[in-house]
């Protein structure tokens, strides 16, 4: 059921990496709380389907996507800019890009996954970040929401490359809060940048695959979700340069 007056209501929210389970989910769950949503994605076909299942879903709410190379930062830069033009505003951008690599020792680490992981994890929220810095500064409920993971504060042997990317993308996260903070001077940010810490994901089809696996501590794309939107039901000043943890605290 669509939420008439909360604080997503009339927000233009960007999905960054719309196309996977979790964007999926998020697509959903900002669409039913009134938000404009607007997905990116590098994989066409797979946006398209998460664009249309969000609309179909919830009738009325305008979801779009758009097929934007997030390792190009003018491109990206595009995006934002076109995204503001075309709808008045951008209050969010939700960084859901992921991408996984490890081995089964430290020393077996290849630096072709940290080339790899780089791009993925740390790349795209420089460029995504930069993109939207002047847009949501602008709003009045501006959010930079980062997903990241518990492995980021307590990296393991076989998960160098993945650990160090995440832990790369928090501190950029937060010092885009740091320039928030500073911006709102002495009344405190109006906008916020934050980083949600889970210690994996799961979804409907993982289940199916395996389903006498526990996931134990796994946090659901649904939940995951919630979460995002629920960071606008609070003050910028309370969650901005914050880790908000999904898992127990490592």
């Known amino acids: 059921m669509k939420n008439s007056n909360g604080p997503l209501e009339g927000a233009v929210v960007a999905v960054a990496g719309a196309a996977g389970p979790a964007g999926r989910a998020a697509l959903l769950r900002l669409a039913e709380a009134g938000a404009t949503v607007v997905g990116a994605d590098a994989d066409p076909e797979r946006l398209a389907e998460a664009v249309d299942a969000a609309r179909y879903a919830h009738g009325g709410a305008t979801v779009t996507g758009d097929t934007v190379d ?89 998960n160098a490359a993945y650990s160090a990317a995440k832990a790369a993308a928090e501190a950029w996260t937060l010092a885009l809060g740091d320039a928030f903070r500073k911006e709102g001077g002495d009344d405190g940010p109006r906008s916020a940048a934050a980083i949600l810490v889970v210690k994996a994901l799961v979804h409907e089809a993982m289940r199916a695959e395996r389903p006498n696996a526990k996931f134990a501590g796994f946090t659901d794309v649904t939940e995951l979700a919630d979460a995002i939107a629920g960071v606008w039901d609070r003050p910028a000043t309370e969650v901005n340069g914050q880790r908000l943890w999904l898992t127990p605290q490592p």
């Open 70 to 158: 997030l390792l190009d930062l003018a491109a990206t830069r595009e995006w934002a800019d076109k995204t503001e033009k075309e709808f008045g505003r951008i209050d969010g951008l939700v960084h859901l890009v992921g991408g996984w690599r490890g081995s089964a020792s430290f020393a077996e680490t290849k630096m072709s996954d940290w080339d790899l992981l780089e791009r993925l994890l740390i790349r795209t929220v420089q460029h995504t970040s930069l993109a939207f810095h002047d847009g949501l500064l602008r709003s009045d409920r501006g959010r930079f929401l980062l997903i990241s993971a518990a492995g980021a504060s307590k990296p393991t042997a076989g």
